[in-house]
């Protein structure tokens, strides 16, 4: 047996992930580790344990402890079936969507999860209704019905070819009706769920404990029998109890500094492991479109011409992440380069004329809002490298505040903020997701923006297509709408980074489409 803490440490490797789904992994694994709990960390915790409230990096661990009707198997880019045995439009307008489910499914209470329990989790989403939370996802969702104990049907209002990829987001897992109310989120730290692994314990903000489901039926194929999550409140914490062997693998959260430094060591004898790939999540500023000086076009299109997407990028995160032109990332159908073609290069003169034409002669003032603790220690660096910007261009006077992620989420769901921080991970991979979820009267961002031509023309038009190489036009038009308002400003698209110990397999296979860790691909070598 393979003792890690004995071992003679190798040399970093950095692998890209979508070569190494396609070929050998630079890892191997003889068999599922006894030695106890593989320990990940991430500086990403969750907000809530009920699927209900959470459009957010709940999501993490939901996809692990909870099961879905479809998801996604290693290499897989479209939906495929979990919990359900088989789903299918039944109709060629893309409008009644039907799921048989597997035989014999259990929750980890024992309990029976029959279609009636899918039913229930998916109309409590609805009746809930928790602002900025899932309900959002489910707008083309006219009634489900469970026609008997293995059959669900869901009726849409209007047809939507990525109603099959809503169905695969963590946010639609399948909960047991005799522990979470219909109308009213569960409020104790327990779980009921049928997904690969039971939640033992829960600590928030601490950690999370995670067993082997043996009830658990569905397409994953454990690789270990538990996993512990520890959450941590910044990257140099996290990345010093991977160096001292206090966590196995580090998953969001990884600062910039650590990233170069482990690159940087890939010559020399060093026991972490880089694994290294593309990414679709991204990073951008929201307007309050009430606030009085936010809310004014004129003062978001000089913000926009002043901020220096590249600087952001080599200063602050030293080009490990990339500039972002749009809100549909580059690598996904309809990507387009928009707030680079329509201002070009920062330019103070472009700005300060925006503001004189419009009437603005004294520097704007302007609140900045982050969150401390969800996207890592670089948040900070970031938003005093957008004050600086904004403040040399003496049109702007700058103020920066932060919160935690859990108040921060309330004050911005409250509109307490004029510009405001946020991260999007997509809950799916096609530019719907990019476009949709910040749009509309209830959105992810619980900010009303009733853009009406992408809600009620453009995002309708585009769900028609199965075929989602036809859909370009649609999100085109969509993205020079949200350009023109000026209401989300994209800043940068990043990568994804996990760091590991060297006796670790199975990292490079463990991002779904959606950039979530799949638990259950994670391994200890057993030999070299």
Known sequence: MFNRKRCLRRVAAIASISSLLTGCGILSSDSA????????????????????????????L???????????????????????ESCEFSDTSNQVFRCELREGLKFSDGG???????????????????????????????????????????????????????LATPAMSIVDPDAYPADALREDSGVVGSGPYTLQSYDEGEKAELARNDRYKGYAERKNNAVTIRYFQDSGTMVK???DDQIDLTYRGLAAGD??????????????????????????????????????K??????????????????????????????????????????????????VDKAREILTDAGITEPVPLTLWYTTDRYGSETALEFK????????????????KSRPWKTYVEGYQKGQYPVFGR??????????????????????????????????????????????????????????????????????????????????????RALDPSTIMMLWQLSRKTSW
């Open 259 to 296: 990233v170069v430094d482990f690159q940087g060591r890939a010559s020399k004898e060093e026991d972490i492991q880089l694994i290294e790939g593309s990414g679709t999540d991204i990073n951008y500023l929201v307007f309050n479109p009430k606030d009085p000086w936010a809310g004014k």
């Open 385 to 400: 490298e957008l004050e600086r910007q904004l403040e040399a261009s003496k049109l702007f006077e700058v103020t920066l």
């Open 33 to 60: 580790d006894d030695e106890g709990p593989i320990v990940v960390g991430t500086t990403s915790s969750p907000s809530t344990l009920d699927p209900a409230a959470s459009w957010d990096s709940s999501w993490e």
């Open 241 to 243: 109890a991977l160096r």
């Open 423 to 508: 991260g999007w991970f997509p809950d799916f991979p096609d530019a719907d997701n990019f476009i949709a979820p910040f749009v509309g009267k209830q959105n992810a961002l619980g900010t009303p923006y009733e853009a009406t031509k992408i809600t009620n023309d453009l995002l309708p038009s585009s769900r028609r297509e199965s075929d989602r190489g036809n859909v370009v036009k649609q999100f085109e038009q969509a993205q020079q709408i949200l350009l023109d308002d000026v209401r989300l400003l994209p800043l940068w698209q990043g990568r994804q980074y996990v760091a590991a110990s060297r006796d670790v397999s199975g990292a490079e």
């Open 112 to 166: 029976t999860l029959d279609a009636k329990a899918v039913k229930h989790s998916i109309d409590r989403i609805r009746q809930i209704n928790v602002n900025g939370g899932p309900a959002g996802l489910l707008g083309s969702l006219e009634r489900v019905q469970a026609p008997s104990e293995s059959e669900v049907v869901f009726y849409l209002n209007k047809p939507d070819a990525t109603f099959p990829f809503v």
């Open 62 to 84: 939901f996809r692990n402890i909870y099961q879905t009707l479809l998801s996604y198997p290693v290499g897989a880019t479209t939906p495929q079936p979990d919990a359900a």
């Open 298 to 347: 004129e003062v978001r299109r000089a913000v926009a011409q002043v901020v220096d997407r590249a600087a952001i990028a080599h200063k602050v995160y030293r080009d490990t992440v990339d500039p972002l032109y749009s809100m549909v990332p580059k690598g996904l159908t309809g990507h387009t380069t928009g707030f680079f073609d329509d201002y070009g290069d920062p330019s």
